[in-house]
């Protein structure tokens, strides 16, 4: 009998050590494990959403970053043709600009053109004049031979 409370005793002793150390030990490391265990799940849930997140982020830049590139070529071409537009006005101003001036000369040559036939005019009545006084020598008055030799003068340049 003795084996058999020593036995009993035994398995009494082990069911006592089972016990304190789930309650002490056991409880405690399994709530740890779970906690830690959790926390690793909610770190790889996390990292899974950073990347999901910044794919999507730099899906979005790569949009954004297409989006200002046509922006920027649609400035540029604005530019382009504004730089055009421009320069065209110029050269079209510029045209207008040296007609005014083309035009401007040849009025100032027309009027310097008469004035000089004017003058020659004159010069060569009062040469014809002169020519004809020394060969009539005073028969003819000089103002009446001066206005018949302009006036054939006349009559002869403008015909």
């Given amino acids: 009998m003795s084996l058999d409370l020593t036995f009993i005793g035994q398995i009494i002793v082990f069911l006592t050590m089972v016990f304190i150390l789930s309650k002490l030990l056991y409880t405690p490391l ?59 006005e110029a050269t079209s101003k510029a045209r207008h600009d040296g007609e005014l001036i083309i035009q401007s000369a040849k009025e100032e040559a027309d009027a310097e053109e008469g004035k000089m036939r ?18 009539v020598e005073a028969e003819l008055d000089a103002n009446k031979h001066s206005a018949l030799i302009e006036k054939v003068i006349a009559d002869g340049v403008s015909a």
């Fill in 30 to 88: 399994n709530d740890a494990m779970s906690a830690r265990t959790q926390k690793i799940a909610d770190g790889l849930a996390a990292a899974e959403a950073g990347k999901s997140a910044q794919a999507d982020a730099e899906a979005e830049v790569k949009v954004q970053i297409e989006e200002a590139k046509q922006k920027a070529q649609e400035i540029v071409a604005a530019a382009e043709r504004r730089a055009l537009e421009v320069s065209e």
């Fill in 118 to 135: 004017q003058g020659l005019q004159k010069e060569v009545a009062s040469l014809a004049v002169l020519a004809a006084e020394k060969i």
